[in-house]
């Protein structure tokens, strides 16, 4: 007999293609990208989909991973709400389609998935028996408008941008995308922290979103020389800063704070209605998204270990 997989993925093709709203990293060909093998749960209500749930799966030494796949920020179930439902039933659909999203996941010993903000069904995901952490990311309101957006920062982030925009030109350059990679590398490496994804794999994923539309590879150059870059994604409502580097050669304090303020004005020219961080818990990153103005959003991260090798796997690289 024939997988029901392929036909699964099919149906779930149509519905990225028929939801226009889906977020990016839950996008068919995103995860075609991003997983060695992924698959997804979906449910009904009556002849719509109520809710999708897009899995990664890994086997590692015979144990059963559902994890968050490589350079992606955020993963996990998707509800699709009734047009006429009530706000006061919002809760209940979404708990009801997520409960039944779950029992349609495969038994995994392993979890590790974050969850777009906004997921906040707690008391469900313990029930399931799944460890609940949280992470935080920044959020701007871009349709508080450019001149609000940028009184919101704070003073030495505008005061950055104002002389940057004297001194440094910002271009979409995607021919430098492994500039990106090797910039993280040294940056990492100085942190004493491996990059865990290969610049074939970032080439790829990049491919893919530049042949939608949906990517910018923005450069910050003082003369010809590159101070910084960013690579932005973007779905129907969210622009998110996918990733960046500063030049670790020309430590340019300024020149990511001006990135940045250009790719959430490239969001706002292109109607989307939020600038998603994706977050950091490191204090001085941290401090570096707060003091662009958005809001403080925390979201799931999901766990379970009953692994004992995947126990002591992870004590020994801890």
């Known amino acids: 007999m024939a997988s029901a997989k392929p036909l699964v993925k099919e149906e779930y093709k149509k519905i990225c293609e028929q939801h226009s709203g889906l977020p990016l990293f839950l996008q068919h060909w995103w995860l075609n990208e991003v997983c060695a093998d992924w698959d997804v749960a ?25 994890r968050t ?41 392993v979890w590790s998935i974050a969850l777009q903000p906004g997921l906040k069904q707690i008391g469900l995901f313990k029930e399931s028996g799944l460890e609940i952490q949280t992470k935080q990311t920044f959020i701007v309101d871009l349709d508080e408008g450019e001149e609000t957006v940028f009184a919101n920062f704070n003073e030495d982030h505008r005061r950055n941008i104002r002389k940057a925009e004297k001194e440094l030109a910002i271009t979409d350059e995607p021919q430098l995308l492994k500039q990106l990679y090797e910039f993280q590398k040294a940056t990492l490496s100085s942190k004493k922290v491996g990059v865990f994804y290969s610049f ?7 491919n893919a979103c530049a042949k939608r539309n949906c990517t910018a590879l923005w450069v910050a150059k003082k003369e010809k020389e590159v101070q910084a870059i960013i690579w932005q994604v973007w779905d129907a409502d969210t622009a998110y800063y996918f990733m960046g580097s500063k030049n670790p050669e020309a430590n340019n304090k300024k020149a990511l704070t001006a990135l940045l303020w250009h790719a959430i004005k490239h969001a706002m020219q292109l109607g989307k209605k939020a600038f998603d961080f994706e977050g950091s818990m490191d204090p001085g990153v941290e401090q570096f998204f707060r003091n662009f103005g958005g809001s403080r959003e925390l979201y799931l991260v999901l766990k379970k270990n009953d692994s004992l090798l995947w126990k002591v796997k992870e004590k020994l690289r801890g």
């Open 69 to 109: 796949p490589v350079l992606t920020p955020y993963i996990g179930p998707y509800v699709f709400y009734p047009a006429d439902l009530k706000k006061s039933k919002r809760d209940n659909f979404e708990h009801e389609t997520i409960t039944a999203l779950l029992q349609k996941l495969p038994a995994a010993k």
């Open 200 to 206: 074939k794999q970032m080439q790829s994923l990049f």
């Open 42 to 66: 979906i449910v009904h209500n009556g002849d719509a989909v109520a809710g999708v749930w897009p899995y990664n799966i890994e086997k590692k030494a015979g144990v059963t991973i559902i």
